[in-house]
């Protein structure tokens, strides 16, 4: 069965290994391309968009693809809407990771998108840690009181707040380092997406420790009617029953 995985995550690296060591299964992965040495995946993989809904979908009927697996990061909205609208004729599911859950000692601003984060920083922030990948950095590009630690995997193209540090650094990054971290840099305030995972949990872990604030944007919502599972074992049961 000839299946498109969607990735760039762990979870679809981890997905595309298994299905490569077993027969009957021909997978095509696919990478945005926004990092520039991105972790690539077991077997073929391709790089770069695929042009909106249409492009994607000239794309899966010129490939012969029977099932699509939307393995992108929880916030790559744009993606997941335009796989359910492309592969509606197809079996499609949405591997998508649990969010964060608060602990006690938690202290957690939930947002739901960047601008309210960015106005919560504002009213909030003196010394933020701002750990949301590159995209959407230019969100803060006009807040001019507080300054910023922009970690991030390559530098974050367009506009950066005019008081910030830039750390290009790739994780996974142990409570230690996150701890020192926040210690050595004085922030008072983190800002994040509700990734999920325990890759990026360390940071949570350090902050609750030191009793700080947490700015905790939503994830996006899939689109109506989508069906979604939290992990890669489900869905390569679902993928076996596919193809069967």
Known sequence: MKTLILGGTREARELAAIAAGEQGFDIVSSLAGRVRDPLLPVGAVRVGGFGGVEGLREWLVANEIEAVVDATHPFAGVISANAAAAAADLPLVHLRRPGWFEQSGDQWIRVPDLTAAAKTVDEQGDRVFLTIGRQGVGAFAELTRPWFLIRAIDPPEGAL????????????????????????????????????????????????????????????????????????????????????
């Open 161 to 244: 707040p005019s008081q910030h540090e830039l750390l290009l650094a790739r994780g996974p990054f142990t409570v230690d380092d996150e701890t020192r971290l926040l210690a050595d840099r004085r922030i008072d305030l983190l800002v994040t997406k509700d990734s999920g995972g325990d890759q990026n949990g360390a940071k949570l872990t350090a902050a609750r420790s030191a009793g700080l604030p947490v700015v905790m944007i939503d994830r996006p919502s899939l689109p109506e009617g989508a069906v979604a599972m939290e992990s890669v074992a489900q869905v390569w049961d679902w993928l076996r029953s596919v193809a069967e």
